[in-house]
C-alpha cells in the first residue's frame, strides 16, 4: 500500500500525519516514509533515532527499497503541489490524504485540492486535523458537508493539543509522549489505520 499525504496549505499537518500513519501501519508490516518536501521535516523528525521506522528521501529511496523491502509506503509532500506533481503522484499511490483544518481559509485550499484531485480521478480522503477538542459539533456538521458533497472523508477526527507541536523536537511519537492526551492522540491514529485498513 502506497500512501500520500498532500495539500495545498502549509502547515495543516501533512507532516505529523505521514509520521504517525508510518508508525501504525509498521506495526502491521514493514513501513518506509518518504519525505518529498524539500524542507525535510520528517527527515529532521527522525534525525534522533527514536522512529519505529525508516525515513528515507527521493533519492535514497530507491536503496531503502532495496535495503528494507517495505510492504507499506507513506509519503510526506510539500505544500502546493503542481499539476505534474499530482500526476507523478496518481501513478503509483493507492490512497491521497488530504489533512485539513475546521479554518474556513484551510477549507476553502481544501476544496480547491479536491477538484484538482478528481480530475485526474484517483482514491482520496479528507482527514479532519487540529480541530479544537471543544468543537466536536462544528467537526461532524463539517463531516456532513463533506459526505453531502461525495467527498470522502476520515470519521476519526484528530484534535487539537499543544504537546503534539513538541513531538517533532523531541523527535517522538504521540504514543511515547508523557501528556494526559497522548493516548487519546495515538488512538486517534490507530483508528485512521483501522478506517484504511479495515
Ligand atoms: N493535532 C494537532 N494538534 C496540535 N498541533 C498540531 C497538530 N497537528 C499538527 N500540529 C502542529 O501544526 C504545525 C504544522 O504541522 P505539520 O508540520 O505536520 O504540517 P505540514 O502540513 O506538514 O506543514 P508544512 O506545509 O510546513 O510541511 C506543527 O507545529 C505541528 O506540530
Ligand atoms: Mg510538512
Known sequence: MIITIAGYKGGIGKTTTAVHLAAVMNKN???????????RSAVSWARQKKLPFNV??????????????????????KARPSAEDLEEISEACDLII????TRPMDFEALIKTVEKIKAID???????????PNSTRKSSDITEVLE???IP??????????FIEQLPLDGILASQAKDDNAQKVWKQYRSIGKEIFG
Open 29 to 39: 508490516a514493514t513501513t518506509l516514509l518518504i519525505d518529498a518536501d524539500e524542507n
Open 56 to 77: 528515507a528521501t527521493e533519492s535514497t529511496a530507491p536503496m531503502a527499497f532495496t535495503k528494507i523491502r517495505p510492504e507499506h509506503t507513506v509519503i510526506d509532500t
Open 98 to 101: 488530504l489533512p485539513t483544518t
Open 122 to 132: 484517483m482514491p482520496y480522503k479528507v482527514l479532519l486535523n487540529m480541530v479544537p
Open 148 to 150: 453531502g458533497a461525495n
Open 153 to 162: 472523508v476520515f470519521k476519526t477526527i484528530v484534535y487539537r493539543y499543544s
